[in-house]
């Protein structure tokens, strides 16, 4: 299941694949919903284990594939595809996506034969306010620098605070719509080709286009604004 967008925390994403906040068994019952997040959450005693806690999983080709298919049936991964550097895109009514060479969890889903599953949560990015970082700002190459030798992006950025509405780092109460995708059925390939990587990778950007294109007015998105699909 490829979640988008990635926001400044992903607030949405624990909440329904890592708590029962959403009513994931509910929604779908027999499911198991885990969090792909990046190896480094599991590095830091406490933190690890409360990660740990509600299901999280490393987001490695490795864990994916044992969820898929050693784990029994019935799994739900849940995977932020942008990655780290798609929260420095997290701006209110800006929807850039870091997808254009996001291949990899597509080879996943061939050699294992997985469903692949869009699912777009408006409001994500209005739940924290972040400085301006254009490209080629000394921000933005200093967050950059950041990421690529520490694997996790440094946005600066502010939500409420606890007994104050204007400075925090609790997220602002704006309510936040996540809606799922139908299911993209994949044929099993235990050695596919670029070319059918390549395929299959444009059909899942076409269906996650099609679903933030159906769904923008019925969550206050303006008709003006689309997705772009960035490297």
Known sequence: MGFHPHGILSVS??????????????IFPGITPY???????FQF?????YFMAGGAVEASSESMKFLLTKHGTGNAL???VGGALEALEAFPGKFNL??????????????TGACLVPIFSFGEHELFVQAENPEGSRLRNIQNWLTKYTGFSPPVFHGRGMFNYTFGLVPYRIP???VVGAPIE???DDNPSQEKIDELHKTYLKELENLFETQRTKYGVAEDKHIHFIE
Not at 13 to 26: I, L, M, N
Not at 35 to 41: C, I, Q, R
Not at 98 to 111: N, R, S, Y
């Open 13 to 26: 994403a624990f909440c329904h694949f890592a708590t029962e906040g959403s009513g994931w068994s509910k």
């Open 45 to 49: 005693p406490v933190y690890r284990d």
């Open 176 to 178: 936040v719509y996540t």
């Open 98 to 111: 870091k997808l254009a060479k996001k291949k990899g969890f597509i080879k996943v889903a061939l050699t």
């Open 186 to 188: 994949v044929q099993k």
């Open 35 to 41: 969090l792909l997040v990046l190896p480094g959450h």
């Open 78 to 80: 849940g995977l932020v």
